[in-house]
């Protein structure tokens, strides 16, 4: 068992995207120094990861973990090392399934993603941070051959804890119902994976179905429903709006989800729950 905690509630808060843009990372140190947050996982190859770094270092008590990119962003290493893994300007293909496809079935392109997920690790070993976990952007460590190279190379690089991205939600529809056989089978061989590897996880995950709409209303009814054992809430916050938004992320509510994070109700229902604020590193 990955936390061995079951009879208590414990709560992991989390930003993702840490370090995509100056707006982002306001909204984590906030989030974190005035607000509920107590974790957040950093895109090392992103323009505003310098500025991340220092605002992580300057708050100690601020879980980073690793985001990995391997679709919908930017590589480490430059196209002429991976040239059939990203374009001509270094960014990874936008289309999930595709990219899954050629990941899973092209052995040069798995050798060159082994090359970018390893530089990723290096890059964020570089930044002398504490490696509190490591996830992916867009949940593609679900993806078998994402997931074995974050798992083997991580190995080198202190890798101790994975977030496993299976939410609970109830089934109001056939396509829920087809969704949950589907995603069930799939996410239970991931942690198994990820149990076998001796790595630290969570329980459960609220985010997924709500991205970018994880308001101080969705966060409110999350926590008045939080089961026992490790729970890991992420969301997507932001001071502003900034140039360059992904286009699949435009209607994201950014500022909200900020200002849900550091909502004094939303402080007062996790006191009043019972549960404990922690980050992965505090997973036994």
């Given at each position: 068992?990955?936390?061995?905690?079951?009879?208590?509630?414990?709560?992991?808060?989390?930003?993702?995207?840490?370090?995509?843009?100056?707006?982002?990372?306001?909204?984590?140190?906030?989030?974190?120094?005035?607000?509920?947050?107590?974790?957040?996982?950093?895109?090392?190859?992103?323009?505003?990861?310098?500025?991340?770094?220092?605002?992580?270092?300057?708050?100690?008590?601020?879980?980073?973990?690793?985001?990995?990119?391997?679709?919908?962003?930017?590589?480490?290493?430059?196209?002429?090392?991976?040239?059939?893994?990203?374009?001509?300007?270094?960014?990874?293909?936008?289309?999930?399934?595709?990219?899954?496809?050629?990941?899973?079935?092209?052995?040069?392109?798995?050798?060159?993603?082994?090359?970018?997920?390893?530089?990723?690790?290096?890059?964020?070993?570089?930044?002398?941070?504490?490696?509190?976990?490591?996830?992916?952007?867009?949940?593609?460590?679900?993806?078998?051959?994402?997931?074995?190279?974050?798992?083997?190379?991580?190995?080198?690089?202190?890798?101790?804890?994975?977030?496993?991205?299976?939410?609970?939600?109830?089934?109001?529809?056939?396509?829920?119902?087809?969704?949950?056989?589907?995603?069930?089978?799939?996410?239970?061989?991931?942690?198994?994976?990820?149990?076998?590897?001796?790595?630290?996880?969570?329980?459960?995950?609220?985010?997924?179905?709500d991205s970018g709409r994880m308001t101080r209303d969705r966060?409110?009814?999350?926590?008045?429903?939080?089961?026992?054992?490790?729970?890991?809430?992420?969301?997507?916050?932001?001071?502003?709006?900034?140039?360059?938004?992904?286009?699949?992320?435009?209607?994201?509510?950014?500022?909200?989800?900020?200002?849900?994070?550091?909502?004094?109700?939303?402080?007062?229902?996790?006191?009043?729950?019972?549960?404990?604020?922690?980050?992965?590193?505090?997973?036994?």
């Open positions: 068992m990955g936390t061995g905690e079951r009879r208590l509630k414990r709560l992991i808060v989390t930003a993702d995207d840490f370090g995509l843009s100056v707006p982002v990372n306001e909204a984590v140190e906030n989030a974190h120094t005035q607000g509920v947050l107590t974790t957040t996982c950093l895109m090392v190859g992103e323009d505003a990861v310098e500025d991340a770094v220092r605002r992580a270092k300057e708050n100690a008590k601020l879980a980073v973990g690793l985001h990995v990119v391997v679709v919908c962003g930017k590589s480490v290493l430059p196209h002429d090392e991976i040239p059939d893994l990203v374009d001509g300007q270094g960014n990874f293909d936008t289309n999930l399934v595709r990219a899954g496809f050629r990941y899973f079935f092209l052995p040069k392109v798995r050798r060159q993603l082994a090359l970018e997920i390893e530089a990723q690790y290096r890059a964020f070993q570089k930044t002398g941070l504490y490696l509190d976990h490591v996830n992916a952007h867009n949940h593609m460590h679900v993806h078998p051959t994402v997931l074995g190279l974050i798992l083997q190379v991580g190995r080198a690089y202190g890798l101790s804890a994975v977030r496993i991205p299976a939410e609970t939600f109830t089934i109001r529809s056939i396509a829920n119902l087809i969704e949950k056989l589907f995603l069930a089978p799939w996410l239970a061989l991931v942690k198994a994976r990820v149990r076998r590897a001796g790595l630290r996880y969570n329980d459960q995950i609220f985010g997924i179905r966060l409110l009814s999350i926590i008045g429903q939080l089961p026992d054992g490790v729970t890991e809430v992420f969301s997507h916050p932001a001071t502003r709006r900034w140039e360059g938004i992904d286009p699949a992320a435009m209607d994201y509510g950014f500022e909200e989800e900020y200002e849900a994070l550091l909502d004094t109700d939303v402080r007062n229902a996790i006191a009043e729950s019972g549960s404990e604020l922690i980050s992965f590193r505090d997973i036994s």
